[in-house]
């Protein structure tokens, strides 16, 4: 793409269906969590599982990130070639392959961080058996009633913490939770609670505790400002935000502050075969659909379903050949899409390019 760069895409050398990203609303995006997070006596390790790009990670680097937060370890292996110095793995970790990764990488950067989940005495017994010359840190999770993984009750937690000051090759680092999945603000607030109390009980030297999401953090940031910990924050939808899902969820909503869509789509109208219905050449391949449909940026038209290849439409006075953009619901499934992604300012000319690794 280095030899498009300053052309407008709009033009149509790079075809179409196309997603781009906007400069302007990913910087700002990055800006903002950076400085809430400062703002509230937070570190940010943004959860990277989002874009699995270099170019973004590097960005969130820059602007002071505390690590970078992924969901398995080979995303972590990915992390680490984006630069980070700190990696947490944000599950339990199991993998024979990935774990000796992790210790051969420990052995060979003293400087490099490694942090995983953990909610089970087999799981910490799994680590000890794969751990090298420098222990895994874990922080010992706590999930609540019909969420994920995580210990169901306190006094369970404490026991898989014990264990993990008794087990060899593992150092305890403090608690981790998941907020993401309650619906309302005092479910939140509770379960915060209940994760200051299992830090409380932790006998850790400046203890860990993160929690993640992008739906509460206004809460997290209240509810957690006393609490003696690092508290991380691991959100990583905000980076490119969307005009779906998080545009309806997102605390900023509620409190001073903006985060901006990223994201848009662009493709053709293919056909028109009766009135007021259109097909768009741009399908579930390359626009997420699993927490809302794409929203059309033209007034009139309205998504109605999604197929592999084909978007369908409802609108009036569309033709063969118009070319339409749409905002994506869900950031999450949006990147993993496309290997490269132009980057572009607000006349839609190449300034850079995001490329990902799924």
Known sequence: MQEILGRSVLEGELGFPLMVVHREALEHNIATMAAFARDHGMELSPHVKTHMSGEIAAMQLAAGAWGLTVATPRQAQAARGFGARRVLVANQVVDPAGLAWAAGELERDPEFEFLCFAD????????????????????????????????????????????????????????????????????????????????????????????????????????????????????????????????????????????????????HVLSTPEPGLAIVGMGKRDAPYDEGLPVARRGG??????????????????????????????????????????????????????????
């Open 120 to 267: 089970s005495e087999a799981g910490l017994d799994i680590l000890s058996r794969h751990a090298g010359a420098r222990p895994f840190r874990v922080l010992v999770e706590l999930g609540h009633a019909g969420g994920r993984a995580g210990c169901r009750t306190l006094d369970e937690l404490l026991d898989v913490a014990a264990h993990a000051q008794r087990a060899p090759g593992v150092e305890l680092a403090g608690v981790a939770g998941y907020e993401g999945g309650l619906k309302t603000a005092e479910d939140v607030k509770e379960y915060l609670g209940l994760l200051q109390d299992a830090v409380e009980h932790l006998r850790v030297r400046r203890p860990i505790l993160s929690v993640g999401g992008s739906q509460w953090f206004d809460v997290i940031g209240r509810e957690l400002v006393a609490t003696q910990a690092v508290i991380v924050l691991r959100s990583g939808a905000y980076v490119t935000h969307d005009d779906g899902y998080y545009r309806e969820r997102t605390p900023f909503n509620r409190i001073e502050g903006e985060l901006r869509p990223a994201l848009e789509v662009w493709a």
């Open 301 to 358: 038209v309205t998504v109605t379903r999604m197929q592999d290849q084909h978007t369908i439409v409802q609108a009036e006075g569309l033709k063969p050949g118009d070319l339409l953009a749409f905002g994506i619901s869900h950031p999450c499934t949006a990147f993993d899409k496309w290997r490269r992604l132009p980057v572009v300012d607000r006349d839609y000319r190449v300034v850079g390019v995001v490329t990902t690794n799924f």
